[in-house]
T-cell receptor
Framework: EAGVTQFPSHSVIEKGQTVTLRCDPI?????LYWYRRVMGKEIKFLLH????????ESGMPNNRFLAERTGGTYSTLKVQPAELEDSGVYFC???????????????FGAGSRLTVL | DAKTTQPNSMESNEEEPVHLPCNHS???????IHWYRQLPSQGPEYVIH???SNVNNRMASLAIAEDRKSSTLILHRATLRDAAVYYC??????????FGPGTRLSVLP
């Protein structure tokens, strides 16, 4: 089965510009997650979709970040306007279901590296 | 969220076993213990998970202490490809994964 695909692999933009990252989860996976690692920090949770609905967006840093998952398939994460501190690697992950008792296995994509100049 | 403590780094020789420890003394009774790893320039990759009993799969073994306050990931024969950052993540149903700094494993040829 194809894995989780993220595009672009690397994006370089100027401060104030807009960037849209895309994630294609594994086919049939209802759960889709966004995480990110900014320079020198740990990987942090951003949000979680179940199909097209946002289940948990408690990790979204501010309203410059907008995530969508129309039709419950692929997802986009838009940063508008981008700031210097948004630079980092954005990871998408998907899973078939939550599993029972926390036995949830996530498959991650390779990430989209964002550089804001 | 349960807090974890892992060594910042470890070294191993190729073809030798590696034991990666994790302390999670505040774990609750229903938290699964997950291990993921991140190879250079890749996203995190699932390794193994368990609840109470020791677990084995093709990648590794997971030994869970009887009191569940610690666990050990065992790579039976380290290869150069196993050089990565290994994350121990207690996971409660309905909550999302919290990644710590992990253990950076270096494998020497």
């Amino acid at each position: 089965e194809a894995g989780v695909t993220q595009f672009p692999s690397h994006s370089v933009i100027e401060k104030g510009q807009t960037v849209t990252l895309r994630c294609d989860p594994i086919s049939g996976h209802d759960n889709l997650y966004w995480y990110r690692r900014v320079m020198g920090k740990e990987i942090k949770f951003l949000l979680h979709f179940v199909k097209e609905s946002k289940q948990d967006e408690s990790g979204m840093p501010n309203n410059r970040f907008l995530a969508e998952r129309t039709g419950g398939t692929y997802s986009t994460l838009k940063v508008q306007p981008a700031e210097l501190e948004d630079s980092g690697v954005y990871f998408c992950a998907s899973s078939r279901d939550r599993g029972l008792g926390g036995a949830n296995v996530l498959t991650f994509g390779a990430g989209s590296r964002l550089t804001v100049l | 969220d349960a807090k974890t403590t892992q060594p910042n780094s470890m070294e191993s020789n190729e073809e030798e076993p590696v034991h990666l420890p994790c302390n999670h003394s505040t774990i609750s009774g229903t938290d699964y213990i997950h291990w993921y790893r991140q190879l250079p320039s890749q996203g995190p990759e699932y390794v193994i998970h368990g609840l109470t009993s020791n677990v084995n799969n093709r990648m590794a073994s997971l030994a869970i202490a009887e009191d569940r306050k610690s666990s050990t990931l065992i790579l039976h024969r380290a290869t150069l490809r196993d050089a990565a950052v290994y994350y121990c993540i207690p996971a409660l149903y309905g909550q999302n994964f919290v990644f710590g700094p992990g253990t950076r494993l270096s494998v020497l040829p």
